[in-house]
C-alpha cells in the first residue's frame, strides 16, 4: 500500500479572495429569489387586505339596503373599480 503524501501548495488556504468570489457567485441568485418572493407575498398580502375592505364595504352596504341588496353590492363594487381591475368573474347574465 503506497502513502500519498499531500503537499501543500503554498498560498493556497491564505488567498481567501477567490473563495469569496465563489461563494458570491453561487449565494447571489439564492438572495435575488429570496428578495422577490418577499416582494411577491407582500404583494398578495397588500392586495388581499384590499379585497377583503371592498367585501366589508359592500356586505354594510347591502346590509343598510337589504332589499335591493344585489344591485347595492355590484353598485359598491362598481364605484370603487373592482371590475375594471379583471376581477370581473361575473358574467351580465348572473346580474
Known sequence: MVLLRRRRVP???RDEGAHVLVM???L??????MAALAVDTGAISNQKQEI???ADIAAIAAAADIKNA???VYGVLSDNNFF???SDDLSSDER
Do not use: I, N
Open 24 to 26: 458570491v457567485s453561487l
Open 70 to 72: 344585489e344591485p347595492t
Open 84 to 86: 375594471s381591475r379583471g
Open 52 to 54: 377583503q375592505g371592498l
Open 28 to 33: 447571489a441568485p439564492v438572495f435575488v429569489m
Open 11 to 13: 498560498g493556497l488556504c
